[in-house]
Structure formats: structure tokens, C-alpha cells
């Protein structure tokens, strides 16, 4: 699995948000670039998917 560091720490941790058009997580002191994930009970998505079915859960200022 590939991932990429943010260094943002302005939401809580597990807080969705946009940032550069990408999806990324709060966790900790850090946060996280999504590309692919799968909600509860969900098929997995890419993180596009995500954003146009779950804008509710995305919080910030680039909320799309």
C-alpha cells in the first residue's frame, strides 16, 4: 500500500477534508492522502467517488 504524508494539523483526528483537490485524513499530528477506500457495508471507491457521494463528511474551506 502507498501512502503520502501531509503536514496539516488543523482538524481532529479522523476529519476528512481537501486539500490540492485530493482527499486526505486527519490522523494525529499528521494527515494522510486517501486514494482508495471502503465505507462500512460499501464497495471500495477511489477517493473521487468518495468526495461526490460523501460531501457531508468532508469538512474546510475546500470542501467541493
Do not use: R
Request: proline content about 3%.
Amino acid at each position: 500500500t502507498e501512502y503520502k504524508t501531509l503536514i496539516i494539523n488543523k482538524y481532529k483526528p479522523s476529519d476528512f477534508f481537501i486539500f490540492n483537490n485530493k482527499l486526505a485524513v486527519q490522523c494525529g499530528k499528521n494527515s494522510l492522502f486517501v486514494s482508495k477506500l471502503q465505507p462500512e457495508s460499501k464497495k471500495e471507491m477511489d477517493y473521487k467517488s468518495f468526495i461526490n457521494g460523501y460531501k457531508q463528511l468532508i469538512i474546510g474551506d475546500n470542501k467541493k
